[in-house]
């Protein structure tokens, strides 16, 4: 089960992870019966020994199996619609991240407090303790207040990149002379583990991201330690 546990994604850490988990969950089960009543219906046909060869057309049939899927579709569209919107909408943002990509590291940027700024890099296996995830885990953790609106900027230094934290419901493509913005508001203490999530080269897959999130009150003096 322990071994299971750490093949599978974390659990959502942020509002807008748990609203992608429910709209996935949504759109799983609608599926799910599409699939169990067609198949019902295509077994149907197969044991069904009585046929109608003089039968051209039922219009009556057609409109009924030409409006419930547009009805089934419009149940997938306005959900998609809402989140999308929710993702795109930052509002009244507490603090701001900048996070900058290079060949093969993150850089990181407080821009609200001064001179408060790193580079977070991959972890060898040799420095390793056994607590921790090889190939995941960095050697500067970027550490983020709870309960708290942030806006995280996103650029890169060189090639493509992408910063993703699927925990946090977040990943934002990092694009040269282009800064991307989006937004992440952590529900409770805890580790988030991310990678690079675009082919940006030869150590592409060794560039991991790494969040912590603290309450506010330990977050201040982590700031005066930087």
Known sequence: MATWNMMALQDANSPLMEQLTFFHDHTIMILIM???????????????????????????????????????????????LRLLYMIDEINNPMMTLKAIGHQWYWSYEYSDFHSVEFDSYMKPTSTMNSEEFR??????????????????????????????????????????????????????????????????GANHSFMPIVIEGTPSNKFTPWLSSM
């Open 34 to 80: 599409i699939t169990m009543m067609v198949s019902y219906m295509m077994m149907s046909l197969f044991n069904n020994k009585f046929i109608n060869r003089y039968l051209l057309e039922g219009q009556m049939i057609e409109f009924v199996w030409t409006t419930l899927p547009a009805i089934t579709l419009m149940f997938i569209a306005l959900p998609s």
């Open 135 to 200: 190939l995941l885990d960095v050697d500067n953790r970027t550490v983020l207040p709870m309960n708290t609106s942030i806006r995280v900027l996103v650029t890169a230094a060189d090639v493509l990149h992408s910063w993703a934290v699927p925990a946090a419901g977040i990943k934002i493509d990092a694009v040269p002379g282009r800064l991307n913005q989006g937004a992440m508001n952590i529900n409770r203490p805890g580790t988030m583990y991310g990678q690079c999530s675009e082919i940006c």
